[in-house]
Every structure is written in structure tokens, then in C-alpha cells.
């Protein structure tokens, strides 16, 4: 039959708002983890990266959190504004060189910055 | 600095034709992968080459080939299309570290 689409998770924050998108990861043997976001017509674009041996690593109006105890991963957006607006991706690498080029994307989260 | 470059950015292909689709990587990059988009499954790895050689391959039936050139550009190719192969292809290259990749915009393909 016809398969499901994905009914991809939304947020929705005013202008200024600081935005926090969620992702569970599945494989506990992944090495880095990254944030990605995609604008409509565009292809994904690479926000942030974290090793597995940390915990936190910041950017310019980003920070990303990791927890491996429970497989979550977070992207925190400070002062969203609305060219934020997109489709936030989250990325997983596992260990190891057989992972070349293999990026396992999670479902997405569709974020929406109102003026 | 050019970013990748993804070519045609539409395609409406036939039932049952076959297709390539182009990719040049960002000068410099020698490893091409490639990503297929749908609504459905979302975001799923096809291959990556490096330096001419194939190093890893999604799940995908043997339809969906790819290469690599000595220049590092790349191109897929699928054959006997299905209505289910409609959705947007994706490049991403990178140096020799496997983390960051920049993607193309993509080629958007209609199987009608």
C-alpha cells in the first residue's frame, strides 16, 4: 500500500524566543552527532557538530547538548529570529571506518518563528 | 568558494526510463555522497565515493549505481524507474574527514 508520510514534530516561537529542538538517537556506538538545517528548496546545512566524548559545545547563537545516558541530543537556538525558520535534522556518524559518507538523519522538526 | 553543484535541479521522467544525475563537489573535496529524500522515509544514504572508489553503500536495490571521476565529480544513475523513486537527490561532499559535508540543493525527480 501507499506508505505513511512522515508527521514531522513543529515548533512555533515568537521572534527573540530562545528555541530547544529534541532528538533520540537509536545507536549508542555513534562517534559524532550534527545538527543540520534545510530551508525549503535548499539542501541541508550544517550548523554543529558534537563528539560523543562531550557533553555540551556551543556556536554562534547555538548550543548543542548531548546526553548519552538517554540517547538525546538538543539544539538550543538563542534569540531565534525568523530566518531560523526551517526543518532542523538531526545526524548521527557511528564509529568506525566503515561509516564513511553514512549519515543516519533523524525525522526532522519543523520550526516556525512568528514576528 | 563554489558550493556543490547539483544538475539538472528537475527532472520528470517515464515509468520504466532511466536517469543520471550530475554532481560537482566543492573544489578540493574528494569524498561524494549521496541522499535520497522523501516524505515517506525522509532522509537515507544511497553510497559514497572517494577517489574513484566506492567505500559504502545504503540499502538500495541494485537499480541505483553511482561513480565517481578523477576530478571528483560525481553522478547516480537509476535504471527502470518506479513511481516510488520521485524525490529529491541529494549530494553532500567533504574533505578527507568524515563529519562535515556540505550538501548541493538537489535534483528534484518526477517518475510519472
Known amino acids: 500500500g501507499e506508505s505513511v508520510g512522515l508527521h514531522l514534530p513543529t515548533l512555533s516561537v515568537q521572534e527573540g524566543d530562545n528555541s530547544i529542538i529534541n532528538c533520540a538517537y537509536s545507536?549508542?556506538?555513534?562517534?559524532?552527532f550534527i545538527w543540520y538545517k534545510q530551508e525549503s528548496g535548499k539542501g541541508p546545512q550544517f550548523i554543529i557538530d558534537i563528539r560523543s566524548n562531550m557533553d555540551k559545545r556551543q556556536g554562534q547563537r547555538v548550543t548543542v547538548l548531548l546526553n548519552k545516558t538517554v540517547k538525546h541530543l538538543s539544539l538550543q537556538i538563542a534569540a531565534t529570529q525568523p530566518g531560523d525558520s526551517a526543518v532542523y535534522f538531526c545526524?548521527?556518524?557511528?564509529?568506525?571506518?566503515?561509516?564513511?559518507?553514512?549519515?543516519?538523519f533523524g525525522q526532522g522538526t519543523i520550526l516556525t518563528v512568528h514576528p | 568558494k563554489a558550493g556543490v553543484t547539483q544538475t539538472p535541479r528537475y527532472l520528470i521522467k517515464t515509468r520504466g526510463q532511466q536517469v543520471t544525475l550530475s554532481c560537482s563537489p566543492i573544489?578540493?573535496?574528494?569524498?561524494v555522497s549521496w541522499y535520497q529524500q522523501t516524505p515517506g522515509q525522509g532522509l537515507q544514504f544511497l553510497f559514497e565515493?572517494?577517489?574513484?572508489?566506492?567505500?559504502n553503500k545504503g540499502n538500495f536495490p541494485g537499480r541505483f549505481s553511482g561513480r565517481q571521476f578523477s576530478n571528483s565529480r560525481s553522478e547516480m544513475n537509476v535504471s527502470t524507474l518506479e513511481l516510488g523513486d520521485s524525490a529529491l537527490y541529494l549530494c553532500a561532499s567533504s574533505l578527507e574527514d568524515r563529519v562535515r559535508y556540505t550538501f548541493g540543493s538537489g535534483t528534484r525527480l518526477t517518475v510519472v
Open positions: 573544489s578540493g573535496h574528494r569524498s
Open positions: 545526524a548521527e556518524i557511528p564509529a568506525g571506518g566503515t561509516s564513511y559518507g553514512k549519515l543516519t
Open positions: 565515493y572517494f577517489s574513484e572508489t566506492q567505500r
Open positions: 545507536n549508542s556506538a555513534s562517534d559524532y
